[in-house]
């Protein structure tokens, strides 16, 4: 049995949002720590992983470390109907349903099927090892991906010792967007040399997390999996990985 109650209704609103356009289905963990979500598209193409800490709770109550399957769109298009001055309640019963209260001059329920979602399939990204790290002002990397998405569907992601590039080509026009490493909105950058190339409908989706935090934290590698990470400190962690595309010879 497990039962939660959160008053900061935009933190899981925020991030269910931004998840949800990306992977339909999900599994939460629910321990002693807090409430997590390992969930990855049916492509593997992205995985996220996200934690809200036990404390940003106003009561958590856990018999027992389980794990709750769930439509993660269906999920959001619930809490999207939670006002600001809503508390929700988070809550199993035994039974095969997850349940969604929302209490403020009304109480409205809701209850979602709990489904048998297997874990097996699902990549560990704990061992990735990057050969470049920056974190950013998220809306310096926003306004990137906007820009290459005038061009393209895809972007190449470049880094050496002075900074980055982001760089899309489309048939007539092409566009490059350079992040020099000491600029503006770039608050730590570790360089070296690193190219991969990535979807921009998978990242553009990605930096939807900017509600979540002014910052994000990215790391590449050479043709390798990129990491972004949307923290907000001592609440939640808001983590995606997303796999290179091949670049064509």
């Known amino acids: ?35 997590k979500l390992v969930a990855a598209d049916p492509a593997m193409v992205a995985l996220v992983d996200f934690k809200i800490e036990k404390d940003v709770f106003e009561s958590y109550d856990l018999d027992e470390e389980t794990n709750v399957g769930l439509n993660l769109e269906n999920l959001y ?5 939670a006002n600001s001055d ?3 309640i988070l809550e199993t019963r035994g039974d095969s349903k997850f349940y969604i209260t929302m209490e403020s001059s009304s109480v409205r329920e809701f209850s979602l099927p709990i489904l ?43 880094s050496d010792n002075a900074g980055l590039r982001v760089k899309a080509e489309g048939d007539q026009s092409n566009v490059e967007f350079e992040i020099d490493g000491d600029a503006e909105g770039v608050l730590e950058f570790s360089g070296g040399n690193a190219r991969s190339m990535f979807s921009l409908d998978y990242l553009n989706d990605m ?13 590449i590698g050479d043709d390798f999996p990129m990491r972004l990470e949307f923290e907000v400190p001592d609440e939640a962690l808001l983590s995606f990985v997303l796999a290179p595309r091949i670049e064509e010879e």
């Open 86 to 88: 809503d508390k929700i």
């Open 1 to 35: 049995m497990f039962k939660a109650e959160l008053e900061d209704v935009s933190l899981l609103k925020d991030s269910m949002k931004t998840i949800s356009d990306l992977i339909s289905e999900g599994i939460f963990q629910l321990n002693e720590d807090g409430v």
């Open 116 to 158: 048998n979602l297997s874990e097996d399939d699902m990549p560990s990204t704990d061992d990735l090892e990057y050969a470049v790290t920056a974190e950013l002002e998220t809306k310096v990397l926003e306004s990137a991906v906007k820009d290459a998405l005038v061009v393209g569907d895809s972007v190449v992601i470049e």
């Open 207 to 219: 930096t939807g997390a900017k509600k979540l935090s002014d910052t994000v934290k990215l790391s």
């Open 77 to 81: 298009s619930i809490l999207r109907r």
